[in-house]
């Protein structure tokens, strides 16, 4: 089967043989952000959106992006255009291992894009997916509030989407 999609911002197409998915599909092609951890829907690192919505990419099939929009944390920003989470995140120390913060990240992402002012019950309501064993989730929720102030003021410094790094 022919799959084509738009990944961040690009139109795509692969060939796939049977129900692959799109976790593997996406690491199997580079995109190495979405990570894979309890590969049973719970955790949310491997959170990537489809059509502006998170989804766990370990339990969803590649042929369900077909004509789709996928956005993966390679296309959310870059080192010199990041996203305003992208910044709050780091300037909160809201990062400490690294491997939830992709698909927290996009969550983050769909909760401000919905709701730009959110309230803290919204916060929490948007994260409670994305299972973090390191920080104890209060500099991420503070990032969010914070990142959500500066896009509101137009205080960051970009969020041009581009394919960015690649780590495992
Ligand atoms: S790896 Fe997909 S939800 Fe945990
Ligand atoms: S920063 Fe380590 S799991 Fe979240």
Redesign the pocket.
């Known amino acids: 089967m022919k799959l084509e999609m738009k990944l961040n911002g690009k139109d795509v197409s692969f060939e796939i043989a049977g129900p692959e998915l799109l976790?593997d599909l996406l690491r199997d092609n580079g995109y190495f952000g979405a990570?894979?951890?309890?590969?049973?829907?719970?955790?949310?690192?491997?959170?990537v959106q489809v059509d502006g919505k998170s989804i766990?990419?370990?339990?969803y099939f590649a042929g369900q992006a077909h004509g789709r929009e996928v956005t993966t944390i390679e296309g959310l920003g870059t080192m010199e255009h990041p996203h305003a989470l992208q910044e709050t995140f780091v300037e909160c120390g809201a990062v400490q291992c690294g491997f939830c913060i992709p698909g927290m990240l996009l969550s983050a992402k769909e909760l401000l894009d919905e709701c730009p002012n959110p309230k803290d019950a919204d916060i929490r309501e948007a994260l409670d997916g994305n299972l973090c064993r390191c920080t104890g989730y209060t500099k991420q929720f503070e990032a969010v509030k914070v990142a959500a102030k500066r896009i509101i003021e137009g205080k960051s410094k970009g969020r041009k989407p581009a394919r960015g790094g690649k780590s495992r």
């Open positions: 976790l990570k894979r951890g309890c590969d049973n829907g719970d955790c949310g690192s491997c959170a766990c990419s370990c339990i």
